[in-house]
């Protein structure tokens, strides 16, 4: 028995020396392969393209959207709007009442004319701390009016009498009046003065008067033009001639001046300077007085600011109610789905019923642009800026390619599964095939540059911030470090922007990778196959024998690969 099992060991360590050997050979074997495997690649330069892109995939939304909302609670006053339809900008859409904004406005609008009228008399009071005469004459000053006085806006200044005509009225005999016509002269004498003077007929009076004796008289009124001899204020009788009778007026009159204006301060303040004195004779635009107020600048500035105050109130007030109009934004499509596909919301609507604050009515949409809303990885979001060019492609129309362009780039991501995405915003002009939802890819071009001279990056050398390549010139030798300078890159090619030109060949180094790759291999394979024995002989032995230990047979660590997201 015991013979028996030695044989058994025997038998094992024969085994393994045999498995040891054909490793060795096996192992001698493929480095001499690896010895005779290629060290190096020649490669020679060629113009290329180098084209980077970023893709995502979403569902088409349009680009320029906006929902019909109710601005406020009230009544719907108008409504022209069905559940789907094509509309024009400007378009009244709805409208609604809201009487308590309604009554608001106008209470401010009264509110704002009270403050403006106020405002512009304080400014008319401050334009009249001068006062001028307004036209010629003889001045009669205002009573108790002199340096110190107070005024106010309706204190009267003085009076403007023009002298060039005067007036009077003159009793005649009820019978004598009734035949003067308009215009017919009658003679005047001015008590205390050897003066006759001719006048004419300017009115009769219809109302009969009645004089000591019981007779009836009428009052006829004369105009007198005056050559400077007359004033306001002189008695005058009138004698007529009435066919071969002459008339006269049974009581004097008194001569007054037709034309006379009063002066009023139309301001408030004290009178600083008086200018002229009553009954002097003056011209148009002499200064009569002038009054001073220290207040009225500061009520001017007070009263102004509540103007400014009330306007802006009055535009808050405004811009809310015409928001209770609703027109559209611009030309497109209004429809009910974007508020309830499934029913109409517009039926509870009608015209009449009231309606509460943000009720969503639907909205109008513009097809002219869509737009595709997809995510990038935040990896590559550094390379992807608002108007790069982007390529998309249609689910639904295989055959089309649109041409579109990066309109928004998010800077806040979304993280999911420890990997971070930003929404970035693609434009796209609608030619009537777009339909909202569709789904559609959008690559985005970041890099594209043809005909440049291209390098695989391997081929590349960095040493102290310069870069280089191995140049073998056309006569086979070598320039080890011939410098470059490089632009824009892929995952595999870069572009070199000075240094080669196409035709040249450059040495791109092989063996130190493959052969670490090829012997790692190697070396897996191996472990595996002995391992694989070990297993076996552990089986055969009490306890494992001289085999590996129980449970110490098995497959290799898996890797797996890592690559850029």
Request: no cysteine.
């Amino acid at each position: 028995m015991a013979l028996q099992r030695n044989k058994k060991w025997i038998l094992i360590i024969i085994g393994l020396a045999v498995v040891g050997a054909g490793t060795y050979l096996y192992m001698n074997k493929n480095t001499k392969q690896q010895a005779s495997a290629p060290q190096e690649k020649i490669t020679e330069i060629k113009k290329g393209t180098i084209r980077s892109t970023v893709s995502g995939t979403s569902q088409f939304e349009a680009r320029d959207i906006q929902n019909v909302i109710a601005p406020a609670d009230g009544t719907i006053k108008r409504m022209n709007l069905t559940r789907n339809q094509a509309v024009k900008k400007g378009d009244v859409l709805l409208e609604i009442s809201d009487l308590t904004q309604e009554i608001t406005l106008q209470e401010a609008q009264v509110n704002l004319q009270q403050l403006e009228n106020d405002l512009n008399d304080l400014l008319t009071q401050q334009s009249n701390m001068k006062i001028y005469t307004p036209r010629s004459g003889i001045l009669t000053l205002g009573s108790n009016l002199e340096t110190g006085s107070s005024v106010n806006k309706t204190s009267r200044i003085a009076t403007i009498s023009d002298q060039t005509i005067l007036s009077a009225k003159l009793p005649f005999l009820l019978d004598d009046a009734t035949q003067f016509s308009i215009g017919d002269s009658i003679d005047l004498t001015v008590d205390g003065f050897n003066l006759t003077k001719t006048a004419t007929v300017d009115s009769i009076s219809n109302q009969i008067k009645s004089d000591p004796s019981g007779g009836k008289l009428l009052e006829v009124e004369i105009k007198v033009k005056n050559d400077g001899t007359l004033t306001s204020g002189m008695k005058v009788k009138g004698k007529a001639k009435l066919g071969s009778r002459t008339v006269e007026s049974t009581d004097r009159g008194t001569l007054d001046y037709v034309d006379v204006e009063t002066v009023l301060a139309n301001t408030s303040g004290t009178i600083k300077e008086l200018k002229l004195k009553n009954g002097n004779y003056i011209t148009k635009g002499d200064l009569i007085v002038t009054v001073v107020n220290d207040t009225l600048q500061k009520d001017i500035n007070t009263k102004q600011a509540a103007v400014d105050r009330q306007k802006n109130t009055i535009n808050s007030l405004q811009e809310k109610f015409n928001k209770l109009t609703i027109t559209a934004p611009f030309d497109g499509v209004f429809s009910t789905d974007f508020a309830n596909k499934k029913s109409n919301v517009l039926a509870s609507y009608p015209v009449g019923s009231t309606v509460e604050v943000n009720t969503l009515f639907g909205a109008v949409a513009s097809l002219d642009y869509m737009q595709l809303p997809i995510q990038v990885d935040e990896l590559d979001l550094p390379n992807v800026k608002t108007g790069l060019k982007a390529t998309v492609k249609v689910d639904s129309l295989p055959n089309k390619i649109f041409e579109g362009e990066v309109i928004q780039v998010s800077t806040v991501g979304t993280t999911t599964n420890g990997v971070t995405f930003f929404d970035v915003v693609i434009s796209v002009k609608n030619t009537s095939e777009l339909r909202y939802g569709m789904t559609a890819t959008s690559e985005i071009i970041f890099q594209d540059k043809k005909d440049i001279i291209t390098l695989p990056i391997e081929a590349l050398q960095q040493q102290q911030g310069k870069r280089y390549v191995t140049l073998q010139n056309p006569d086979g030798t070598r320039e080890d470090k011939h410098e470059v300078k490089i632009g824009i890159r892929n995952k595999t090619d870069i572009e070199i922007t000075d240094g080669l030109k196409a035709g040249d060949k450059v040495v791109i180094p092989l063996r130190q990778q493959k052969t670490q790759n090829a012997s790692q291999a190697d070396i897996d394979r191996i472990r595996q196959q002995f391992q694989q024995s070990g297993a076996a002989g552990g089986q055969a032995g009490p306890g494992g024998g001289a085999g590996n230990p129980p449970g110490a047979g098995g497959g290799g660590t898996q890797r797996s690969g890592g690559g850029g997201r």
